[in-house]
Every structure is written in C-alpha cells, then in structure tokens.
C-alpha cells in the first residue's frame, strides 16, 4: 500500500509545500509591514487622500489602523480558531486579506475614498492577524519537532525579506502613472494570498488538531502522508502516540479534569505565582514583546524613507527610496544572521547586545542631527543603518521565541496569546506616534527611543533567566529554585547546571515537583512528557523512514513502555535491534 497523498504529494515534496505555504503567509506579512512606507507621503497617493497631505496625524492613523485589525484577527484566533482548524483558518486569512486588498485598491475621488481606503486597511490587518496566528502553529504541527529557535528565527528572516520585497516594489512604481503609484504595490500582496489560499486548499489538515477533535483516522492519514509512510506502518502509530502524548500533556491532569479539551487551561491559572510562578513568567514573555516595540523597530520599518526625507535628505525622495531599500537589505542579511547566533550566543546576551546596539544607534543619530548639516546626515543615516541590523540580528526573533520557552505548557497557549495582543497594541501606538513626533520634534524622536531603549538594559540584566539549551523541565526547576532558595531567576538559572535524566528528577523532588498531585507536580510531569516526547520525535527525524536514532533505554521504559512492548512484538532480531535504539 503506497503512503497517502495530498495535492499528488507524500513525504518530503509534501513538507516542502507546507513549508512554502507558511512562507509565502510570513512573506505577505513582512510585505504588508513595509508596503505603507513608500506611498503614505507620495503625492500622487495625497492626491487622492487629501486628508494625509502634509497631516502627519492622519499619515499615522491611515498606516497605524492596519494593526488594529490585526489584533482583531488575533483575537477572533484564540475564539475560535481550536474550533474551526488550520488550514480553515489560514485560508480564510488570506481571502479576508484579499479582500481587504480589493477594497483599498477600488477607493477612487469623490465617492469618500479615504473612509474605504481604512476600511480596507482594518480589513487586511484582520486577515494578518489571522495568518500570523495560525501559520506558526500549523507548521509546527504538521513538521516533526526540531530546534525550536531556529524555526522562529527563520520566520522572522522571511518577515525581512517580505519587507524588503515591499520597499523595492514601491521604488519601482514610483517611476509609474499616478495610479501606479500606490495602486499596484498594495494590490501585488494578492499574489501572496492566492498562494496561501490556493496552496492551502491541497494542503492536509494538521495532524495534532485532527487528533485533538477525536478524527484518529484522518490524523494517521496526514501522519502517514507528512513522513511518507503507510498508514499501518509502526512509524505512523508512533507518531500518533507521540501527538497524544503531547495532547494530554497540554491539558490540565487532575483527574477531576481529565475530560478538559487542550488549550482550556482557565484564564486564571495565568495570575498565579507559588513554584510554578505562572504570574511572572508570563509577563516576561509578554515584556519582550512589549520592549521590541517601544525600541522603536517600526518607527524605522514602517517610517524609513519619511525618516530619510524628513531629516536627512531633505526634498530628495528618489534617494530616501533606495537607501530605504538598501535598509531593508541590511536588515534581512542580519535577520538570517540570527539563525546561526540564537543557540551559540543565547538569548540574554542576544538581549543584551541586540539593546546596547539599538541605544548606540539611536544616540549617533539624534547626536548627528542636532547641528544639521550634510555631513552629519550622513553619521545620521549610519545611525539608522546601524539600528536595523542590531535589530534583525536579535529583536526581531526573540520575542518570538522567548514567550514560547519560558512558559510552562499548561499556560503557554494563552500566555503567548496575551504576548502577541501586547505587540499589536503597542505597535499601534509606534506607529500611530511616530509621523507626529517627527514633525513636532525632530531630532527629539531618536533621544526618546535611545532613552527607552536604555531602560531595557536593567529590565534583562536583573529579571531575564537565560533559556538556551534548556529543556522544558529544567526551566521549570529554574523557577521552583528561585522560589524555595529565595535567589533571583536569573542567578538560579546561572547555578543551575545542564542536567541529565536522573538529575533532573533528583532536583524535582529536591524542589518539591514531584510530591503529590499538587498543581506544581502535575505541570512539571506535563512538561516532562513533551520534553521526551520532542526528543524522540526528533529521533524519528534523523532516522528518516527506516532506523531510529540512539536514545536511552532509561528514558524509553520510564515514559514508553508501551511502544517498546509493540515494538518487540514484530519478533525478529532486527525490530528488536530498532527497538533498543529507538530509546
């Protein structure tokens, strides 16, 4: 029996289009992200919107309003995306984007064009929201578990690359007719949704979100399907397992609340602290999303070329253009940059580092702009190249990423929730701001964002625990230590050795997350299972679809014994070699 296919696919060629489709969804949210920055100042484009000419309040709203869509997008997602799926949900994304596209593109003089044109923008910002919430997980899901830095920063690298796309589209049409101008780079984002739309309508379902509604036959299927694989081979009931695993470990274990659904942890347990300090480790995920945008990344993104013009190359807006462009460059070589420096640097330092960078760069421009002049500009533009690229190497990913590590599984889904509601809300308000501080106070804009930037420094320094290379169980030992030894979390992060197997359970018990059936207890065993269970998925992985990777029979009878009773009984010497090494 052949492997089942999707779209004619199976197996790797089928990964890669899963892969592609997420891409093309971030590729679409980079672009819609830098899109604005072209036009919002253009006069052919101020022809048609009156109301934005030389009206730096009203270029914010028309620019910031996208943003709050995209909050509503996110919102509608944690309502109701468990209930309506994955690939549901992102093709709806992208046909509400799509058509948010269409209603900013038909807005014509005399029939209240700007009114349509932020209609379409609320409209568009609905559809990101809902795409940006949704890719994520559902690539996730339906790849088998791998270093889950790297996958965050990749996103975050095509996010540069789709604003890149933007800015060049938008020099492009500049030489254009005047409709040309603004018209074709808003309406060229359609090409991305039809990718998104049409691609995701042969795409599977995610295997983990089949299996969560009770569909075990569908989800072997898309399990089957995803790893090439029939879907009676032991390698698919594997999977399954592992996917149930991880399913249970998300709800909340008490057995007065086994028959709880995942991801219906009360809202609640999000407001405790105790061992488990839910409470605070939920704000500092929820922080790093709140700093990356008071830092000041979307004033510079979304602004750039009104920077240039404005400050720096006044009256010339062909050269703010392509300096723009050249920016964005910059700053997708040093989001790629990140793949390769998040698990060898780790993220405090990146923190760290990444905020010295932007403060430095924020100082050199207000300090060049204060006497004016061309020469300063030119240390100004420095400045501002100089931001973007301490940006992409570390702000842009770690937010992203850093909420996903430090909250438990219980709580992680709706703390991540309230993570990316503080990035929309906050990068309403940049970019909302950012015009008017402009034109109000210049050179006065870049002392604001250095000054903010150097209240992170203390922020990370005294309350970011380090988490590269730490499993799930050991940052929460890093917590439950904090706690009982009455130290901070960083420095309990900072005693904390890596620990084995055997060591991590000794220090459990020493801190008290394996006594009873107590909340504590129960999470850190949550968390134990979908640590073990990513690494035997990523077991699965390297060995491709014949021979398990090496793996500790102590680990494997402690948490599997099932799977190796079944897998013994295939009965002969060469299942029972795989077996031993599955563990």
Excluded at 496 to 503: A, G, H, I, S
Aim: hydrophobic share 40%; proline share 4%.
């Amino acid at each position: 029996m052949a492997p089942p296919k999707f779209g004619g696919l199976s197996g790797r060629p089928l990964s890669l289009a899963v892969s592609t489709v997420a891409t093309t969804g971030f590729l679409l949210f980079g672009y819609d992200q830098g899109v604005m920055s072209g036009i919002i100042t253009d006069k052919d484009f101020n022809n048609v919107f009156t109301a934005t000419k030389n009206n730096s309040t009203m270029q914010g709203t028309v620019t910031a309003i996208y943003e709050i869509g995209c909050l509503f997008g996110a919102l509608f997602i944690f309502g109701v995306g468990d209930w309506l799926g994955r690939r549901k949900a992102m093709i709806l994304g992208g046909i509400i984007m799509i058509l948010g596209v269409i209603i900013q593109v038909t807005a014509y003089p005399g029939h209240v064009p700007l009114a349509q044109f932020i209609v379409g923008r609320v409209v568009t910002g609905v559809g990101n929201g809902i795409n940006t919430s949704t890719i994520p997980t559902y690539q996730a899901e339906c790849s088998h578990t791998t270093n889950r830095g790297l996958l965050i920063c990749i996103e975050g690298g095509v996010i540069a690359f789709g604003t890149l796309i933007a800015y060049w589209i938008d020099f492009g049409a500049s030489y254009g007719s005047p409709d040309l101008v603004w018209r074709f780079p808003i309406a060229f984002q359609c090409i991305f949704g039809l990718v998104v739309c049409i691609g995701g309508a042969f795409l599977p379902e995610s295997p983990r979100w089949l299996l969560s509604r009770n569909r075990h036959e569908d989800g072997k299927r898309v399990i089957a399907a995803l790893g090439g694989w029939e879907v009676t081979d032991e390698e698919t009931k594997l999977q399954e397992r592992i996917i149930l695993d991880s399913i249970a470990a998300s709800t909340t274990l008490s057995p007065s609340k086994q028959g709880e659904r995942a991801g219906q942890t009360p809202l609640s347990a999000l407001f405790t602290n105790g061992k488990t300090q839910h409470f605070r480790r939920m704000m500092l995920g929820a922080s790093s999303q709140f700093m990356q945008q008071i830092g000041g990344c979307n004033a510079v993104i979304y602004y750039f070329p009104i920077l240039f013009e404005d400050s720096i190359t006044p009256g010339n807006r062909t050269l703010a253009l392509i300096l723009g462009g050249v920016n964005m460059i910059v700053y997708s070589i040093f989001a790629t940059a990140s793949w390769f420096l998040i698990e060898r640097v780790g993220r405090r330092k990146l923190f760290l580092y990444g905020t010295v960078g932007q403060m430095t760069s924020m100082i050199i421009v207000f300090g060049c702009l204060i006497p004016g002049g061309p020469q300063n500009a030119k240390g100004a533009a420095v400045g501002l190249f100089t931001y973007i690229a301490s940006f992409g190497a570390t702000w842009l990913p770690l937010p992203w990423l850093y909420p996903a590590e430090i909250n438990p599984i219980r709580t992680r889904a709706k703390a991540n929730a309230v993570s990316t509601c503080s990035n929309w809300l906050f990068n309403f308000l940049i970019v909302m701001i950012t015009p008017i501080m402009i034109t109000n106070i210049k050179w006065g804009t870049y002392l604001f964002f250095a000054v903010v930037n150097a209240c992170f420094l203390p922020v990370i320094y005294l309350w970011y625990p380090e988490t590269a290379g730490r499993s799930l169980e050991e940052i929460d030992i890093i917590f439950a230590k904090g706690k009982v030894d009455n130290i901070s979390y960083v420095q309990a992060a900072r005693d904390l050795p890596f620990l084995t197997d055997e060591e991590i359970d000794e220090k459990a018990r020493e801190y008290g997350l394996l006594e009873g059936e107590d909340e504590a207890g129960e999470e850190f065993r949550a968390d134990r299972r979908e640590s073990f269970n990513a690494r035997r998925s990523r077991s699965l992985s390297r060995r491709g679809n014949s021979r398990v990777g090496a793996r500790s029979q102590k680990r494997r009878v402690s948490l599997d014994e099932k799977a190796a009773v079944e897998q013994q009984s295939r009965g002969d010497s060469s299942s029972e070699t795989d077996v031993e090494k599955q563990a």
